[in-house]
């Protein structure tokens, strides 16, 4: 499809979508009553449920709260509080995710995370690791000291977490499932996390399920399996697979014309450039004044980006944080099914619609399904950025002041033409 007329039809999608999502109500948060939801708990007594996930705090570190999460009052729906990517494809908006996840009751404990843990299985983090690497939810049972209480906790990475109270124990009440994978990464004492998570990635699981399971410790060599901090844990995962799946690309034909691709979610628009060439990889972001991490509605602009080479990155991003990573790898498994490489841009507009953040599971699928649409196609890559630049609040000769691919500071550039 020839650039112009994808670019015309995508603004009619995204005028529709526009629409429809200012007849959605967003007030969610002036709504949560924990109090309501979990009235009828007893602290005096083992509270009975099903725990589909796991959470793993970071404030405090080393000393990190731990917990199981449990739908209580809904456990016939447990699955569905459960962050993965069938999320997108049920159209989840922000104040569903938040009435999902807040609607998880987080029982929790304090643990150093320098405690070993390759062979708790028993008591707390025992339940918490059958919990983690099982394929289903878990029937459960925990003790509680204190009646829930709301601690929303919300970051750029991982997913909200709801009310929270600490547990004084937690047993299984059934047998969890645990897929033969799994239990081979587990039987293996000298299996590096690294190879361990290629495995499991390589035999069909997501890097949702591989970031769960090493978050509850159990990957990796056994000296060293500790817990990880769920927003650690995810952004391991995602680099991870990534690094794994450009290594693969390192020998692969380089895509021949520029391609352009598109999709939005939750108040983020995506435009995605293929361009001929050796691997460069660059996520551009542009957050509008009164978006959740601009809030200022009178601020300009805030851009926001970092960049790799062929060599990939010797350091964590300084400006895109876990962003960065979700977008690579959803890029990369397109690549990936292509058998192409390429050099990419990734430019994301982050608008005012998006007024709380829900994690970068929504950017790594909104960017996986961009894909499976229609794409435009351009004559040269600086021909395709000056027309999609079109659509950012941003003008060109900001984004080229900002973005290493724009400004041409990359290696071959005469591969763009």
């Not at 199981?68 to 569905?80: C, F, H, I, R």
């Not at 998880?104 to 028993?122: C, G």
Request: charged share 25%.
């Amino acid at each position: 499809m020839e650039l112009s007329a994808f670019i015309e039809c995508e603004q009619n999608e995204r005028a529709e979508r526009r629409r429809l999502a200012r007849e959605k109500s967003y007030d969610i948060l002036d709504r949560l009553d924990v109090a309501d939801q979990f009235a009828t708990l007893d602290t005096d007594h083992a509270v009975g449920s099903v725990s589909p996930s796991i959470f793993v705090g970071r404030s405090g570190y080393p000393t990190v709260s731990t917990g199981l999460l449990s739908p209580v009052g809904n456990e016939a729906d447990a699955t569905q509080y459960v962050t993965d990517s069938a999320w997108y494809g049920e159209d989840v908006g922000i104040a569903d995710v938040f009435q999902r996840r807040t609607g998880m009751l987080n029982a929790s404990q304090k643990t150093p995370v320098e405690t070993n843990v390759a062979d708790a299985w028993d008591g707390f983090l025992g339940t918490q690791r059958e919990v983690a690497i099982a394929d289903r939810p878990v029937s459960i049972e925990v003790g509680l000291t204190e009646s829930p209480e709301l601690d929303l906790s919300v970051d750029a990475v991982s997913a909200p977490t709801g009310p929270r109270a600490q547990a004084t124990e937690a047993t299984l009440t059934e047998n969890p499932h645990v897929p033969r994978p799994v239990k081979k990464t587990l039987e293996d004492d000298d299996w590096a996390a690294t190879g361990a998570i290629n495995y499991l990635y390589n035999r069909g699981f997501d890097v949702y399920e591989i970031n769960t399971i090493l978050s509850a410790g159990a990957l990796g060599r056994e000296r060293n399996r500790r817990l990880v901090p769920t927003r650690w844990s995810i952004t391991a995962v995602d680099d991870t697979v990534g690094q794994y799946l450009r290594g693969k690309q390192a020998n692969a034909p380089s895509v021949d014309t520029v391609s352009i691709w598109h999709n939005e979610y939750l108040g983020n628009s995506f435009w995605i450039v293929l361009a001929p060439g050796h691997w460069e990889f660059e996520l551009v972001e542009h957050k509008a004044p009164g978006s959740v991490w601009n809030p200022d509605p009178t601020a300009g602009v805030h851009l926001a980006s970092d960049y790799e080479g062929a060599g990939g990155r010797t350091s964590y991003v300084d400006e895109t944080a876990g962003a960065y990573y979700a977008a690579r790898l959803a890029v990369l498994e397109y690549l990936d099914s292509i058998g192409r490489q390429a050099k990419v841009l990734v430019l994301r507009h982050v608008s005012d619609a998006y007024w709380a953040p829900v994690g970068v599971w929504q950017l790594r699928e909104a960017i996986r399904h961009a894909f499976e649409g229609e794409h435009g196609e351009s004559e040269t890559f600086n021909a395709a950025v000056a027309a999609i630049s079109e659509q950012f609040p941003a003008d060109l000769a900001s984004l080229r002041r900002k973005s290493t691919l724009v400004a041409g500071r990359q290696t071959g550039l005469d591969s763009f033409g």
